[in-house]
């Protein structure tokens, strides 16, 4: 739930919760003061009862009433003289001042009054009081309560108003690039965005120093290393050729290999340096999936025969709208896994595979899989699958499935990771928004 519907509920609650208090504290109010005035007024009506000139007689003076507002009983010398048509043939025995009691069939306020001889008897039923407190109560809040969705109105204006500097905010850093560091260069004058918009301008200060620090030292590293390591690799082989000493030679071959080692974790740097999404997304073309992936078996089949293992290619084309180096780029590092990962004779499959959720490029392979665990480190920089001890004996940097990471985040698709029916591994990519072709 978004501050602003939050603010404008608890101030329509604390203001329903309010008007409620002040119903239930008027209800109070205009019922003892209700009751004061009525029972003034039937101190009034029996004053001017006890004064009137009835005589006795053998027939009292019924009056009929049917609204029953308001009952009497003018009484002498314990003889009726005059009374309400409901009352006139019940005795009713009262003390002198107010009581409430029940008196023909329902609850009233009853005050007697005596004067010499005479006594009079005035009732009034409870139900005219509760009903006047109810009126007086709803006239006074009746117009509160209408205003109420007004009030909701004015609220929420006032609230997005108010608010207003943090939508301002919040859209001005949802439109930024991920590589958007500048700061936020705009005058406020609520105190309480004054301090936010500082803290992020030092963040963002600080989180560029530290990309720039993580995004360049890699690739500069490896790029400084190039040279030497070209230097290197003529030497060896230079010296190799020359050497007659078969201890020798092993021992220079055991360093190409290790020469090569470097090389590989180099190229694998400048690679993922490389791989960032901003740069690419700016150079996209429409790339066939199925060309890319035959070209990429085709560099890779040497090795692939090397081992004798069996790879097919099957699906129909579809089209994406990327790069190729960096398309080509995961397809060569799942395959060259794939390959790795799988003992001789063994087998691969390569599918394109149409879905609800759009096409995917899978690669299933008959090697040894992973464990939970290891699917869920496979992604983190240099980590191999059982390090360098891998019953493969296959080296590697641990950079390539880092690198296919990075890649997958460019073209916004999904990377899954399962056993494959062939024993070893699928891993299945797919990408939304392309066609088929």
């Not at 699906?315 to 799942?334: H, P, Q, S, Y």
Request: charge should be neutral; charged fraction near 20%.
């Amino acid at each position: 739930m978004s501050i602003r519907k939050r603010l404008t509920l608890i101030l329509l609650s604390m203001m329903v919760l309010t008007c409620f208090l002040a119903l239930v504290k008027g209800y109070q109010k205009s019922m003892h003061h209700g009751e004061s005035l009525l029972d003034d007024e039937l101190k009034i009506v029996a004053g001017v009862l006890i004064e009137q000139p009835l005589a006795l007689s053998t027939d009292a003076v019924q009056v009929s009433n049917n609204s029953a507002q308001l009952l009497y009983q003018i009484w002498q010398n314990n003889n009726l003289l005059s009374g309400s048509s409901s009352l006139t043939n019940n005795q009713i025995s009262f003390s002198e001042g107010f009581q409430t009691a029940n008196v023909a069939g329902q609850r009233m306020r009853v005050f007697v009054m005596s004067k010499n001889t005479r006594k009079v008897i005035v009732a009034e039923p409870m139900a005219k009081r509760f009903e006047l407190a109810e009126a007086v109560i709803l006239s006074a809040m009746l117009p509160m309560l209408w205003a109420v969705p007004l009030l909701a109105i004015f609220i929420s204006f006032f609230v997005k108003y108010a608010l207003a500097p943090l939508t301002r905010l919040s859209k001005q850093l949802a439109s930024r690039q991920a590589n958007d560091f500048t700061p936020i260069n705009w005058q406020v004058t609520d105190e309480e965005i004054k301090p936010v918009i500082n803290r992020l301008n030092d963040l963002f200060k600080r989180v560029e120093t530290a990309y720039l620090r993580e995004r360049f030292f890699a690739s500069d590293a490896a790029h400084e290393l190039r040279t030497p390591l070209s230097s290197l690799k003529i030497n060896v082989h230079n010296l190799a050729n020359k050497q007659s000493n078969l201890q020798d030679h092993q021992e220079l071959q055991a360093m190409s290999q290790g020469i090569n080692r470097l090389s590989n974790i180099v190229e694998q740097m400048l690679i993922l340096g490389r791989t960032q999404p901003e740069q690419w997304q700016r150079q996209f073309s429409e790339q066939s999936l199925l060309a890319i992936t035959q070209q990429v078996v085709s560099d890779q089949y040497d090795k692939i025969d090397e081992k004798n293992q069996t790879i097919s290619l099957e699906g129909d084309d579809f089209v994406i709208n990327g790069d190729e180096f960096t398309l080509t780029t995961l397809i060569a590092n799942l395959l060259s896994n794939a390959i790795k990962y799988t003992p001789n004779n063994g087998q691969i499959i390569i599918k394109l595979v149409s879905s609800n959720n759009g096409f995917s490029w899978q690669i299933d392979d008959s090697g040894a899989g992973m464990t939970e665990e290891q699917k869920e480190r496979i992604f983190n920089r240099f980590y191999r699958v059982g390090g360098d001890q891998h019953p493969s004996g296959e080296q590697g940097a641990g950079l390539g499935m880092a690198i296919v990471q990075h890649i997958i985040a460019i073209y916004g698709a999904t990377i899954h990771l399962a056993n494959s029916p062939l024993g070893g591994l699928t891993v299945k990519v797919t990408f939304t928004g392309v066609k088929s072709d």
